[in-house]
């Protein structure tokens, strides 16, 4: 994978993941062009598309898009899901996740990312251990601020 | 697990974070930023330290600004201090802020790295794993410096956790994939591959991923893990549901690590071992077996993780392209897809079928779709899928259904996305031409194409039918009754006026006979479209014009008229003007046998490969920017050496670029009518005038040798027959050089031992090397082979080697022998110098034999730019404001041999009234002066 956006309906970035050396000037230039491709779709249009010499595959859950860019011989489909497994994991970790958890935290998005892709490889898929490692962390710290909303993400 | 209580959390990041969202406008968001920029540096150097917390929060601030996309120029010491907290959560914070942040301040990195030294050396896993995801974050080539060589050491210790074993071999991934010199093979290579037993289902996971990658690089080296994939795999595939506890996924077991397994076998062909391949022919069956089971939940989750594997399955069948069992089972399956309801199947159904359309075993089982994938063309309501719909369809065609094929592409293209237009067109063309049984359903295509999408039209499809129709003389008439008859619609394409203009300027004549399509009637057709069209398809209507004039005496006098109209003859366009200015005078001077011969049918194309398959290539692969260069380069080159014989053969046969490509069609303006169709129509209708003799010579290019013509440029062709066409690119740099021959075959037969050889006379020999290696002696007709010759120059010479040529061609034996053009002068460097310096060297150089004079009479019209290009083509500097007289040239440069080095000086002296000129040349050895004297004198 070379990189993942996470950004809302209305074009805002939520979280980027970048895997591959790109300078800010270019990543600005991606992800301008890339948020307005994906917003552009509609409700029913399948979620790959070429762009570049890339793939990208995103889904839409609640008010966000995942979005993330494959190269030619990566499988669509697993991508897929491992967008839906990070979800799942945000979902467990802050208990029905909605936008505004990752706005307010969006530290602990990076490292529950960083603790399920590495690199961008699957590194652990068993969501036990990738929640077991954040939890470490967490006993050893304080809470976090989470104002509640309204519009979880959907399963 | 969410209600963790500890003290507030980062609470002033929380309500940092509120403010911003609440800002109204953009104007205010950066006040907002600002201010909190500011108590930020001033808590970060206030007197007072801060503590891990606070200092926490500050750098989390800041991150959460960089991330809305303002610049941070502050705060990296803090986060560098932030790493050797003995805090997890102020550490973390610390890495994060550096992998998202990093720059290369120096004296930080250091401090980085030794804070990542530590956490590597601390024995505590959360700590090393930190450490490791910071370096597989950054990947940068100095994280590499510091630590390739200690990861793999982690990744395989018989002590390390096994987080800290996942996190090291994707750090080690990424290192190897951003600088793999770094990354040092040896032993611990041979127990990564055992990783893939590892109990511990997460660390073969994330050990794959890096096993794939050094099995790319190195597959000889990884052999073994073929066997232990294999055995991983089947184990996997054929365990139940529920064996894999949490590395089930929706009742699909171990997805991520089976399809990861599956993509590591494609780096190899088929298993050797007969065991192996049974056991992983087993798993494939197994997974194609599945796919026809009812699923175990409804949800989409499951199934895609399902059909992930099953498509991964299919590519590595495909990969092995040696099952056709397989190969029909995987089609069979596509198949089933193509028609399903979620949109995401029938789009990756489309794709893979492409690959399957390829192979031998599967390509009539996939042209059994055709209607389903028709159907999906004119069906589905996303532009991504019906791309794949028209990516399949051209895959599956063949000649047995390319009618079908092209006519429902050509429908689709009245309604077709924008965005896909010009590759339908491309697409459409090219099958047009392939699997053309009849060329008049070529003709028609192509006419339709420009009707249904005439702005998506490139320049490559619209030359293809020119190039194809003059080639065969069976569908000229049939061309040229169409074109007519299209240009009747009143509101038609101006390609179609370019196509029409060209083909009725050839063959009109074939279609003169019939009252509807009189001469006056074709020349009033063309006439009523010219003021509505761009000045190149003017340009281009007025060669046709002066073709009607050799091809219809009777309409002389009505172009002539046109002609020495005000708008034309005084046409503020410099080409419209200098056209209709020449081809006036030519209908008027010129005699009927020169007009004959001048305008004379333009020869046959050379078959090559098609500028339009080029294209489509380049438009679905990697931009090829440095042949675009190069042919520009080429193009300037040809325009400055302006008068060159027959430059109907110069465009390269080397760069299949589209205007290398079109020759006579080239450039912007198009060609004057004559059969050498000039880039720049000036010189060749001087030379009609003035010396007919060499107007007519270059006329049949043959077996003429162009040696001289490439002295002063490196591409180009060095040589042509009705059989075999040589062209060249070359390169020099000091004594080295490389040069590229190029042979094609123009016939439609091949050629059969076809052996060039390099020949260097004993004179040459201790002077020049050249090292090549032999071509595959068998030329398919129609292909283009090329042979690099790697060429060093010794010290200097003057004879040029001879490549010679063999081969069997028919029953018959045939033989060619060109001189090479490797020339004293391609070792040139040029060099600058100021007047003062150039005339103190010139007077050092005085030695009567050092110097060689020649004086000429000049055989080309003396055009001081084109004698600049010349002087530089030649490899001296051309220097400006030395020489006292501006009219003269003056050159200075060193001749690079591999035992020495040689200045040159050299002055040109043109005298326009006698036509003449004198060439000096100055340098320290008699024989370099000799040498480069003839070679330059030749070029004037």
Same mark, same amino acid.
């Given at each position: 994978?070379?990189?993942?956006?996470?950004?809302?309906?209305?074009?805002?970035?939520?979280?980027?993941?970048?895997?591959?050396?790109?300078?800010?000037?270019?990543?600005?230039?991606?992800?301008?062009?890339?948020?307005?491709?994906?917003?552009?779709?509609?409700?029913?249009?399948?979620?790959?598309?070429?762009?570049?010499?890339?793939?990208?595959?995103?889904?839409?859950?609640?008010?966000?898009?995942?979005?993330?860019?494959?190269?030619?011989?990566?499988?669509?489909?697993?991508?897929?899901?491992?967008?839906?497994?990070?979800?799942?994991?945000?979902?467990?970790?802050?208990?029905?996740?909605?936008?505004?958890?990752?706005?307010?935290?969006?530290?602990?998005?990076?490292?529950?990312?960083?603790?399920?892709?590495?690199?961008?490889?699957?590194?652990?898929?068993?969501?036990?251990?990738?929640?077991?490692?954040?939890?470490?962390?967490?006993?050893?710290?304080?809470?976090?601020?989470?104002?509640?909303?309204?519009?979880?993400?959907?399963? | 697990?969410?209600?963790?209580?500890?003290?507030?959390?980062?609470?002033?990041?929380?309500?940092?974070?509120?403010?911003?969202?609440?800002?109204?406008?953009?104007?205010?968001?950066?006040?907002?930023i600002n201010k909190e920029l500011a108590n930020i540096r001033s808590k970060f150097k206030g007197d007072k330290a801060l503590d891990g917390y606070s200092k926490k929060k500050y750098v989390c601030k800041l991150l959460f600004i960089f991330l809305l996309g303002h610049d941070i120029d502050f705060g990296h010491m803090e986060a560098v201090?932030?790493?050797?907290?003995?805090?997890?959560?102020?550490?973390?914070?610390?890495?994060?802020?550096?992998?998202?942040?990093?720059?290369?301040?120096?004296?930080?990195?250091?401090?980085?790295?030794?804070?990542?030294?530590?956490?590597?050396?601390?024995?505590?896993?959360?700590?090393?794993?930190?450490?490791?995801?910071?370096?597989?974050? /950054?990947?940068?080539?100095?994280? &590499?410096?510091?630590?390739?060589?200690?990861?793999?050491?982690?990744?395989?210790?018989?002590?390390?956790?096994?987080?800290?074993?996942?996190?090291?071999?994707?750090?080690?991934?990424?290192?190897?994939?951003?600088?793999?010199?770094?990354?040092?093979?040896?032993?611990?290579?041979?127990?990564?591959?055992?990783?893939?037993?590892?109990?511990?289902?997460?660390?073969?996971?994330?050990?794959?991923?890096?096993?794939?990658?050094?099995?790319?690089?190195?597959?000889?080296?990884?052999?073994?893990?073929?066997?232990?994939?294999?055995?991983?795999?089947?184990?996997?595939?054929?365990?139940?549901?529920?064996?894999?506890?949490?590395?089930?996924?929706?009742?699909?077991?171990?997805?991520?690590?089976?399809?990861?397994?599956?993509?590591?076998?494609?780096?190899?062909?088929?298993?050797?071992?007969?065991?192996?391949? #049974?056991?992983?022919?087993?798993?494939?069956?197994?997974?194609?077996?599945?796919?026809?089971?009812?699923?175990?939940?409804?949800?989409?989750?499951?199934?895609?993780?399902?059909?992930?594997?099953?498509?991964?399955?299919?590519?590595?069948?495909?990969?092995?392209?040696?099952?056709?069992?397989?190969?029909?089972?995987?089609?069979?399956?596509?198949?089933?897809?193509?028609?399903?309801?979620?949109?995401?199947?029938?789009?990756?159904?489309?794709?893979?079928?492409?690959?399957?359309?390829?192979?031998?075993?599967?390509?009539?089982?996939?042209?059994?779709?055709?209607?389903?994938?028709?159907?999906?063309?004119?069906?589905?309501?996303?532009?991504?899928v019906r791309q794949r719909a028209v990516d399949l369809l051209y895959a599956m065609c063949d000649r047995s259904n390319a009618p079908q094929i092209v006519a429902e592409m050509l429908s689709y293209l009245e309604t077709a996305d924008y965005s896909i237009r010009e590759e339908i067109v491309l697409k459409v063309a090219i099958l047009a031409?392939?699997?053309?049984?009849?060329?008049?359903?070529?003709?028609?295509?192509?006419?339709?194409?420009?009707?249904?999408?005439?702005?998506?039209?490139?320049?490559?499809?619209?030359?293809?039918?020119?190039?194809?129709?003059?080639?065969?003389?069976?569908?000229?008439?049939?061309?040229?009754?169409?074109?007519?008859?299209?240009?009747?619609?009143?509101?038609?394409?101006?390609?179609?006026?370019?196509?029409?203009?060209?083909?009725?300027?050839?063959? &009109?004549?074939?279609?003169?006979?019939?009252?509807?399509?009189?001469? $006056?009637?074709?020349?009033?057709?063309?006439?009523?479209?010219?003021?509505?069209?761009?000045?190149?398809?003017?340009?281009?209507?007025?060669?046709?014009?002066?073709?009607?004039?050799?091809?219809?005496?009777? /309409?002389?006098?009505?172009?002539?008229? /046109?002609?020495?109209?005000?708008?034309?003859?005084?046409?503020?366009?410099?080409?419209?003007?200098?056209?209709?200015?020449?081809?006036?005078?030519?209908?008027?001077?010129?005699?009927?046998?020169?007009?004959?011969?001048?305008?004379?049918?333009?020869?046959?194309?050379?078959?090559?490969?098609?500028?339009?398959?080029?294209? $489509?290539?380049?438009?679905?692969?990697?931009?090829?920017?440095?042949?675009?260069?190069?042919?520009?380069?080429?193009?300037?080159?040809?325009?400055? #050496? #302006?008068?060159?014989?027959?430059?109907?053969?110069?465009?390269? /046969?080397?760069?299949?670029?589209?205007?290398?490509?079109?020759? #006579?069609?080239?450039?912007?303006?198009?060609?004057?009518?004559?059969?050498?169709?000039?880039?720049?129509?000036?010189?060749?209708?001087?030379?009609?005038?003035?010396?007919?003799?060499?107007?007519?010579?270059?006329?049949?290019?043959?077996?003429?040798?162009?040696?001289?013509?490439?002295?002063?440029?490196?591409?180009?062709?060095?040589?042509?027959n009705q059989l075999l066409q040589i062209g060249l690119k070359s390169e020099f740099r000091q004594n080295l050089g490389r040069m590229f021959i190029f042979y094609g075959n123009k016939t439609s037969t091949q050629f059969l031992n076809f052996t060039p050889t390099l020949i260097c006379s004993d004179d040459l020999q201790p002077h020049l090397?050249?090292?090549? %290696?032999?071509?595959?002696?068998?030329?398919?007709?129609?292909?283009?082979?090329?042979?690099?010759?790697?060429?060093?120059?010794?010290?200097?010479?003057?004879?040029?080697?001879?490549?010679?040529?063999?081969?069997?061609?028919?029953?018959?034996?045939?033989?060619?022998?060109?001189?090479?053009?490797?020339?004293?002068?391609?070792?040139?460097?040029?060099?600058?110098?100021?007047?003062?310096?150039?005339?103190?060297?010139?007077?050092?150089?005085?030695?009567?034999?050092?110097?060689?004079?020649?004086?000429?009479?000049?055989?080309?019209?003396?055009?001081?730019?084109?004698?600049?290009?010349?002087?530089? &083509?030649?490899?001296?500097?051309?220097?400006?404001?030395?020489?006292?007289?501006?009219?003269?040239?003056?050159?200075?440069?060193?001749?690079?041999?591999?035992?020495?080095?040689?200045?040159?000086?050299?002055?040109?002296?043109?005298?326009?009234?006698?036509?003449?000129?004198?060439?000096?040349?100055?340098?320290? %050895?008699?024989?370099?002066?000799?040498?480069?004297?003839?070679?330059?004198?030749?070029?004037?």
């Amino acid at each position: 994978m070379q990189f993942m956006l996470l950004f809302s309906r209305q074009g805002k970035l939520r979280l980027q993941k970048w895997y591959v050396p790109l300078s800010d000037k270019e990543k600005k230039k991606i992800t301008r062009e890339l948020v307005q491709t994906v917003l552009a779709r509609k409700p029913k249009m399948c979620s790959f598309l070429e762009w570049r010499d890339l793939k990208i595959v995103y889904k839409r859950y609640a008010s966000l898009y995942f979005c993330c860019a494959i190269e030619d011989q990566d499988n669509e489909l697993i991508t897929l899901e491992i967008i839906h497994r990070y979800v799942e994991l945000l979902d467990k970790y802050f208990g029905s996740v909605c936008e505004l958890d990752i706005i307010f935290n969006f530290e602990k998005a990076y490292f529950i990312l960083d603790e399920f892709l590495l690199g961008g490889e699957v590194q652990e898929t068993s969501k036990k251990n990738v929640l077991k490692a954040i939890e470490q962390a967490d006993l050893l710290q304080e809470v976090r601020y989470f104002p509640r909303c309204v519009t979880p993400f959907s399963f | 697990m969410q209600a963790v209580s500890k003290g507030d959390g980062m609470r002033g990041l929380a309500v940092f974070i509120s403010d911003i969202r609440n800002c109204k406008s953009k104007e205010a968001e950066i006040k907002r930023i600002n201010k909190e920029l500011a108590n930020i540096r001033s808590k970060f150097k206030g007197d007072k330290a801060l503590d891990g917390y606070s200092k926490k929060k500050y750098v989390c601030k800041l991150l959460f600004i960089f991330l809305l996309g303002h610049d941070i120029d502050f705060g990296h010491m803090e986060a560098v201090n932030l790493l050797s907290s003995n805090r997890y959560t102020e550490k973390q914070i610390g890495y994060l802020f550096i992998s998202v942040l990093v720059n290369s301040n120096s004296e930080l990195i250091r401090l980085i790295n030794n804070a990542i030294k530590n956490d590597l050396a601390s024995r505590n896993p959360t700590f090393m794993c930190l450490a490791l995801h910071c370096i597989a974050n /950054v990947g940068s080539r100095e994280m &590499g410096e510091a630590f390739a060589a200690d990861i793999p050491r982690i990744l395989v210790a018989g002590d390390s956790m096994d987080s800290v074993k996942q996190s090291a071999a994707l750090c080690l991934l990424r290192l190897y994939k951003a600088s793999p010199d770094l990354v040092p093979m040896g032993e611990w290579t041979a127990r990564v591959v055992h990783l893939l037993n590892d109990q511990h289902m997460g660390v073969v996971t994330a050990a794959v991923s890096l096993i794939t990658c050094l099995c790319k690089k190195n597959p000889d080296d990884f052999k073994t893990c073929i066997s232990l994939a294999v055995s991983r795999l089947s184990r996997i595939v054929s365990s139940a549901s529920t064996d894999l506890q949490d590395y089930t996924y929706y009742f699909v077991p171990a997805p991520w690590l089976s399809v990861k397994l599956l993509r590591l076998l494609q780096c190899y062909p088929p298993p050797e071992d007969a065991a192996v391949k #049974g056991r992983l022919v087993e798993c494939l069956e197994t997974v194609l077996n599945k796919a026809q089971e009812p699923p175990k939940s409804k949800k989409v989750q499951h199934s895609n993780a399902k059909n992930a594997i099953l498509f991964e399955t299919i590519s590595l069948i495909i990969h092995y392209d040696s099952e056709p069992n397989l190969l029909v089972r995987a089609c069979n399956q596509l198949g089933q897809f193509l028609q399903h309801r979620e949109t995401n199947l029938r789009y990756l159904a489309l794709e893979s079928m492409c690959t399957l359309a390829s192979s031998e075993f599967s390509h009539e089982a996939v042209k059994t779709h055709i209607e389903t994938v028709i159907n999906a063309l004119k069906t589905e309501r996303d532009v991504s899928v019906r791309q794949r719909a028209v990516d399949l369809l051209y895959a599956m065609c063949d000649r047995s259904n390319a009618p079908q094929i092209v006519a429902e592409m050509l429908s689709y293209l009245e309604t077709a996305d924008y965005s896909i237009r010009e590759e339908i067109v491309l697409k459409v063309a090219i099958l047009a031409e392939k699997y053309a049984v009849d060329y008049t359903w070529y003709v028609d295509t192509i006419l339709n194409l420009i009707r249904i999408a005439g702005d998506y039209v490139s320049e490559e499809v619209w030359y293809r039918v020119i190039q194809i129709v003059i080639n065969r003389d069976d569908v000229q008439g049939y061309a040229a009754k169409t074109v007519f008859e299209a240009l009747q619609a009143p509101a038609c394409h101006e390609n179609l006026v370019k196509v029409g203009g060209y083909i009725l300027g050839e063959f &009109g004549n074939l279609i003169a006979g019939d009252p509807r399509s009189s001469p $006056l009637i074709q020349f009033n057709l063309l006439h009523s479209k010219f003021h509505l069209c761009s000045v190149p398809t003017r340009a281009l209507l007025l060669s046709t014009y002066i073709k009607f004039v050799n091809l219809f005496p009777e /309409v002389k006098p009505t172009i002539q008229d /046109v002609l020495r109209s005000d708008s034309q003859l005084r046409n503020a366009d410099v080409e419209l003007q200098q056209r209709a200015v020449e081809y006036l005078r030519l209908s008027t001077v010129a005699s009927t046998d020169i007009l004959a011969t001048v305008l004379e049918e333009m020869p046959p194309f050379p078959e090559r490969e098609s500028s339009i398959l080029a294209k $489509l290539k380049k438009k679905k692969g990697p931009s090829t920017v440095t042949d675009l260069e190069d042919t520009k380069r080429e193009r300037s080159v040809d325009v400055n #050496g #302006g008068p060159e014989p027959a430059p109907a053969s110069t465009s390269a /046969v080397s760069t299949p670029s589209p205007s290398a490509d079109l020759l #006579g069609l080239g450039a912007a303006p198009p060609a004057p009518a004559g059969p050498p169709p000039s880039s720049g129509s000036g010189g060749l209708l001087v030379d009609v005038f003035s010396d007919s003799a060499s107007a007519v010579a270059p006329l049949a290019p043959g077996s003429e040798d162009n040696f001289a013509r490439f002295v002063c440029k490196n591409n180009g062709v060095l040589f042509e027959n009705q059989l075999l066409q040589i062209g060249l690119k070359s390169e020099f740099r000091q004594n080295l050089g490389r040069m590229f021959i190029f042979y094609g075959n123009k016939t439609s037969t091949q050629f059969l031992n076809f052996t060039p050889t390099l020949i260097c006379s004993d004179d040459l020999q201790p002077h020049l090397n050249l090292q090549t %290696k032999p071509v595959d002696p068998t030329v398919e007709g129609g292909a283009q082979v090329q042979q690099v010759v790697n060429i060093e120059c010794v010290s200097d010479f003057t004879e040029a080697p001879v490549l010679s040529i063999q081969f069997r061609y028919g029953g018959t034996f045939q033989n060619v022998s060109v001189q090479l053009p490797i020339t004293l002068n391609k070792f040139f460097q040029p060099t600058e110098m100021a007047s003062q310096d150039f005339f103190q060297r010139w007077k050092q150089l005085s030695n009567p034999q050092q110097e060689v004079q020649n004086i000429f009479k000049a055989k080309h019209p003396m055009d001081t730019e084109v004698t600049k290009a010349k002087i530089i &083509g030649f490899g001296s500097a051309l220097l400006e404001e030395v020489d006292p007289n501006p009219a003269n040239f003056v050159g200075a440069g060193i001749i690079h041999t591999k035992t020495t080095q040689i200045g040159c000086l050299l002055r040109l002296e043109p005298n326009l009234q006698a036509q003449m000129y004198r060439l000096t040349l100055r340098t320290s %050895k008699e024989a370099v002066s000799q040498r480069l004297c003839e070679l330059l004198s030749a070029q004037f």
